[in-house]
């Protein structure tokens, strides 16, 4: 019996051959590494087991030497794969016949396994040079100790499929290696190690280079593993070139993605110093993100939905939001999102969205800033601390401009959740899932209701195996539930926990189907919330039964975590005190959770946890026992912890331990360093109401760019600010001696808690200042001729607009507070975008100097007043002036008043009110 080592060994190998066989139509030659008869049968095993191919096996010797003349005593129109082993004991006449006959491998319309010891292999290596060094369509796996280190390392991953592209990317490599050496190159066929999951080390290798080079053949386009390669690469910032031979096989230019097609693909040979340039140039780009989760097991479309969302999304029109929505108010688990994953998978909608899949799950009580710091770090690879949701709003507004994205914002419970999501990438395109109607009045609506009866046997269905065909049980069973996806999906759990049992499907149907009409189960009224209520309660209670009562109680127990937040296995065995994945494994098969052994983590529908939830007779134990289990709360043991203790303590009914914990400055110190000071902000915010509380969080608030940077200086900031305040001897600074720190003797920094919100900082003098109508942004016009944009919530400079060759004397926003006006010393009006600090339109056309400007309601219309008396009223659009009015003297001032009426003061002292007629002011 081969050891566990080695059957991990010998499963690695395998699993890369079987890959290999399966993309390829045309002949593969394969040397692979075995130490022992035992290995060698157990290899063979499973080669059957894993791929379709028939084995055939073959012994060499001296008997036996020419594995050609016994491939081609098969049939040629079936392919099979020829298991040859003993190969050194055919050594070395072996050796020297492949090194005469290495082309007429690649003729060869079956697959090849040489199944050979370390030496044989390492000798053939040295007794066929030539064949080694002619290495299209070969695939060896070797030791450590044989594999060759790349002279530099590499830059560029080669993409290619084998079938039809093994023989151009050699070339391509070879003469990359000759011509350009400093590049290197990243190959499969002689990079990768033995004894190492062979897809784990082609990520890993796409990862660390800077370009993936795809050699665009027919096969190319089709295969899986490719199509993988350049999804990953782009996914991480890797640029992706595609290339073609002229005298290769074409690939079909019309079925290639729509990022692609717009790609330059290189044509070689003809292009090559292009390509060789292009390639030595620094090629990292932007990340094309793909965020969606995967769909769930036994996933099954909905046509009708699914069209209309799709249609919707591709008609061409991004600028209007699309959401999905239920007209349920308040109802979940009709499958949402569901829907909005399957739509990400689509390929098409992958293709037309070329810079990637956003997704931001919100819920009920959300973090917004976290939310739109998640997206910033999927579209840069970076994270920074952004210290306002403001902040993060510009931020990622501003990465989305020149985006094509599709951005999923999820679960929406609130209009002012949704809102900061909305800004930027007028290229992009939002779908959003909510349960409130109301929210999404302005967009285009989907509604998601029941499925379809025949969608819902179909789903409940896809547990049995082999499919079954009679689907009218499964029916049954579906009309009892309300064709309610949730539901439906609960039932899935039920009826696979009875079929592992070993019970026979029709009668696992009949009692599962006995089981809900014993608890009252029938179809119900989808309109009202209580029987809505009624029926999780029911379904929940079949669901339920497998279980031991001690195991009921951990299901109810993983209510206790906050919804939509993926919770750490670490996380649910604390309270526990024992390793949860057997319970967890047994809850998600029943569809009471979603387990995820890749990140170890677990996840509730908000239904289901609120149900169960429902059920725990005493929550505040279970929070107190997770909040003891993790132990000193200054040495908290990951991310989940450090964030969410406050929402337990205060769960817990220990709200006061909390509060010393926000009086504790090393405490706080370790959480930012821990976390970072938004998490720490968020603390503050749950605080809300105790006036020393608010007191310390203005105080963080107000310090939150500092401690972004270095959170070391808490202490200082927190002394500086809170110096005229009897409240501060509560955080016992004079204690503080964690490391050295410089306590101000003087309150120099902006107090906690008094007027001052902000000082902007700016070089030069400030003439002019206007504030967007949400009170969130301050515009200023200055001497050195920019227009500065500020976040007021941070007092972040967000950007500058530079474009007056004078100063810049008045300002003023739109109502909606996209644009901005401005009129200078230069004598011209000019007209921004706040969120890219693009120029919209310049007014040329005032003899002087430009004091003044005010925008009328609607943003069409444009006044301006100047030193050369007049006032002139621009309309947008044209940028050409609509009507003009001259006064006596210079125009200090103006204002358009809503109903038309526009003001103007001037030096004499007199203030013009007009009246504007033949046109429309908004």
Known sequence: MATPVLEEKIRDEISRLSILLADTSGSVIAFVLYS???????????????????????????????????????KKKERACVFFYAVEDALPELAGYVNLNREAFADVPHAMVFWIREYGLRALGNEAPDFWAWRSGVFDVRGPEERVEPAVTPRVFLSYARSDGALLAKALRERLEREAPE????????????????????????????????????????????????????????????????????????????????????????????????????????????????????????????????????????????????????????????????LCHDEEVINEFGDGILWVTLGEKPDVRAGMATLYAALTGERPVFVSDRDAENALAEKLNEKNCLLVIDDVWQRHHLQPFLHGGNECARLITTRRAELAGEFTQIKVDEMTTEEAARMLAAVAEPAPSNLTPFREIAELL???????????????????????????????????????????????????????????????????????????????????????????????????????????????????????????????????????????????????????????????????????????????????????????????????????????????????????????????????????????QLAGRMLLHEEAALLRLEEFDKHPWLRPLWPSLDPAGGMLRRTLPHDSPVYAVAVTPDGRTAVSGCHDGTVKVWDLASGRLVRTFEGHAGGVNAVAVTGDGGRVVSGSDDKTVKVWVVGTGKLVRAFEGHADVVRAVAVTGDGGTVVSGSDDGTLKVWEVASGKPIAIFTADAGILCCAAAPGGRIFAGDWLGRIHVLQPMAFSTG
């Open 482 to 716: 309300g064709e309610w996806p949730l539901l439906i999906d609960l039932a899935r759990g039920a009826l696979r926990a009875r079929l592992q049992r070993g019970q026979p499907l029709e009668e696992a149907l009949a009692q599962l189907r006995e089981a809900y009409r014993s608890r009252g189960a029938e179809a119900f009224d989808r309109r009202d919330s209580g029987q809505r209520n009624d029926a999780v309660s029911r379904s929940m209670g079949v669901s339920l039964e497998p279980l031991s009562e001690e195991e009921r109680q951990r299901c109810f127990e993983v209510a206790i975590f906050p919804e939509d937040v993926p919770i750490p296995l670490s996380a649910v065995a604390a309270p526990w005190g024992m390793n949860p994945e057997d319970d967890l494994l047994r809850m998600d098969g029943l569809g009471l959770l979603k387990l995820d052994l890749a990140t170890r983590t677990v996840r509730l529908h908000d239904v289901i946890r609120q149900w169960l939830g429902a059920q725990l007779p005493d929550a505040k134990a279970v929070h107190s026992r997770l909040a003891a289990a993790w132990g000193d709360p200054k040495k908290l043991p990951d991310d989940y912890a450090w964030r969410w203790i406050g929402y337990h303590l205060i769960e817990a009914g220990q709200s006061e331990e909390f509060r010393k914990l926000l009086l504790d400055v090393e405490w706080m110190e370790a959480k930012i360093e821990a976390a970072d000071v938004s998490a720490l902000e968020s603390d503050f915010e749950r605080m809300k109401g105790d006036p020393v509380l608010e007191l310390v969080g203005d105080a963080v608030r107000l310090s939150s760019h500092v401690l972004a940077r270095d959170p070391r200086q808490l202490p200082s």
């Open 36 to 74: 022992t008869e035992e290995e060698r049968q157990r290899s063979a095993s499973l080669l059957r087991d894993s791929i379709s191919l028939p084995v055939v096996e073959c012994r060499l010797g001296k008997k036996q030497q020419n594995p050609l003349r016994f491939v081609r005593t098969l």
């Open 183 to 342: 590049i290197g190159v990243w190959q499969d066929i002689i990079a990768l190690e033995a004894g190492r999951d062979w897809f784990r080390q082609i990520l890993e290798a796409i990862e660390k280079v800077e370009r993936l080079v795809l050699v665009m053949t027919p096969a190319a386009q089709a295969s899986e593993t490719v199509r993988t390669e350049w999804l990953h690469a782009r996914r991480n910032g890797v640029s992706v070139i595609p290339v073609r031979y002229s005298a290769g096989p074409h690939p079909d230019f019309k079925a290639m993605p729509r990022w692609m097609s717009r790609a330059h693909c290189y044509t070689l040979p003809g292009q090559w110093n292009l390509l060789v340039r292009q390639l030595q140039s620094p090629g990292k780009t932007d990340r094309v993100p793909f965020m969606a989760d995967d769909l769930p097991k036994g996933f099954i479309q909905r046509e009708r939905e699914f069209s209309k969302l799709r249609e919707q999304l591709l008609k061409g029109d991004r600028r209007r939001p699309t959401t999905i929505t239920t007209a349920l108010t308040g109802a979940g688990g009709f499958g949402k999102t569901t829907l909005a994953a399957a």
